[in-house]
């Protein structure tokens, strides 16, 4: 079946640091995919996302390059700050599954000043 | 436009009881999902509703069970709480279609916790 794996955390860096976090999946077909923030204590909100091979999805510094060669879609921002602080989830929404996301475990990053 | 509300936002039940917890879905979204996100976990997909009728289920028992009324707000239901259904309840809504390129609107959650 289809899954998201990501890389496991926490991730601590400082802040203007480059942030990396990978996410790769399994899937049949062409997914969607998707990256959501959760902020401690809140639900999810849509970070970005890209719905065929070859996307990027951008959105507030952070991008993300769908790869289906490498069945990846790794999350990076260039310089982070002390407010992206927070948990990165990961999802796929894959063919004929009605819009359901499947999603990772979850990165939880940590930035300090 | 007003975004996906959930209620109540917290909620304390004992072993064996029953809740149920509420969505307002997004101006203009006929379709409802919901999760399960247990402590430390992604979220897990229970079930989605679009049009009123169930339309796919996760790996969930039969005492998980929604509606989804005419203005398209829905409610989960969950019978015979155990402790292992302690977790945050994610409410999300989608425009019209269910296609897998629709984003998922997420509300605040509910947080069950069952002693």
């Known amino acids: 079946g289809n899954s998201v794996t990501q890389m496991e955390g926490p991730v601590t860096l400082s802040e203007e640091a480059f942030l990396t976090i990978n996410c790769t999946y399994t899937a049949t077909g062409y997914p969607s995919l998707f990256w959501y923030v959760q902020y401690p204590g809140e639900g999810l909100q849509l970070l970005l996302k890209?719905?065929?091979?070859?996307d990027k999805g951008s959105n507030k510094g952070f991008e993300a390059t769908y790869r289906k060669e490498t069945t990846s879609f790794h999350l990076e921002k260039g310089s982070v700050q002390v407010s992206d602080s927070a948990v990165y989830f990961c999802?796929?929404?894959?063919?004929?599954?009605?819009?359901?996301?499947?999603f990772g475990q979850g990165t939880e990053l940590s930035v300090k000043p | 436009e007003t975004g996906v509300t959930q209620s109540p936002t917290h909620l304390i039940k004992t072993r064996g009881q029953q809740v149920t917890l509420r969505c307002s879905s997004q101006?203009?979204?006929?379709?409802v999902s919901w999760y399960q996100q247990a402590l430390g976990q992604g979220p897990q997909f229970i079930f989605q509703y679009y049009r009123e009728e169930e339309n796919g289920r996760g790996n969930f028992p039969p005492r998980f069970s929604g509606l989804q009324f005419p203005n398209y707000s829905s409610e989960l239901n969950v019978n015979a709480l155990e402790l292992d259904d302690s977790a945050l309840y994610l409410c999300?809504?989608?425009?019209?279609?269910?296609?897998?390129?629709?984003?998922?609107?997420f509300g605040p959650g509910t947080r069950l916790l069952v002693l």
């Open positions: 101006s203009g979204h006929n379709t």
């Open positions: 890209a719905t065929k091979a070859d």
């Open positions: 999802a796929l929404s894959g063919d004929n599954q009605g819009g359901k996301l499947i």
């Open positions: 999300a809504s989608s425009r019209p279609g269910t296609g897998r390129q629709e984003t998922q609107y």
